[in-house]
């Protein structure tokens, strides 16, 4: 009888050991969003104020090691910054803020590293493509928009910034994160009149999301 309980619990723990080294290896799936503050950083431009948007998207989890994992996303992210209006020229008759939205689609790829149980930390390279782009004179209320042509822009459609955040997973896969991303290359093209401003896009991104 005490054999067979003692194999009885050696199967049971056996069992319970291949569960979790498969959990532990299993490649996740989630959905993600948040709020973004964005802005632009460059020693050219003064008073520029950050732009609030959102963003949501796609992502995986692919462990490595325990507590090793790469995670590639896909993302929607309104970017971009708020101009203070000046009028001094009489351009325009608004004291309102003028807010020129970038949109991009956001391809992060991250290293995410377990510091403890849920509590991980991230970074890597993050690919940015953009889809649209205007100026919003009337950020707060319908109306005001004018859509920036691709021919008369001077924003590079393609955008590569590093990301670094942390995140905490619950045990039901409810997850909590923040992240920092600022711009490697600038904003401007280079055959254009800011072909010589270094402008850098830079975010604040704070949100939630599940892992199924």
Excluded: C
Aim: charged share 20%; proline share 2%.
């Amino acid at each position: 009888m005490k054999k067979v309980i003692l194999v009885a619990a050696a199967a049971v723990f056996s069992m319970t050991s291949i569960n979790a080294q498969s959990d532990s290896k299993a490649v996740q799936f989630g959905v993600k969003g948040g709020v973004n503050f964005s802005t632009i950083t460059s020693d050219d431009f003064n008073d520029l104020k950050s732009r609030t948007s959102f963003n949501v998207g796609l992502l995986a989890e692919i462990p490595l090691t325990d507590r090793i994992s790469i995670q590639p996303e896909v993302m929607y992210s309104g970017q971009g910054f708020d101009v203070k209006e000046v009028d001094q020229d009489n351009v325009f008759d608004t004291n309102e803020n003028v807010e020129y939205q970038l949109d991009y689609i956001q391809v992060p790829v991250l290293v995410k590293v377990y510091l403890i149980e849920g509590l991980s930390v991230e970074a890597g390279p993050q690919f940015g493509f953009k889809i649209h782009e205007e100026l919003d004179f009337q950020p707060n209320s319908d109306g005001g928009d004018i859509e920036v042509n691709a021919d008369d822009s001077y924003i590079k459609d393609f955008d590569t910034s590093l990301a670094l955040g942390a995140a905490y997973k619950f045990d039901g896969g409810f997850f909590v994160n923040a992240r920092y991303t600022f711009g490697l290359t600038s904003i401007f093209k280079d055959d254009t009149v800011f072909q010589n401003v270094d402008a850098k896009n830079a975010v604040w991104q704070a949100g939630v999301g599940f892992m199924f």
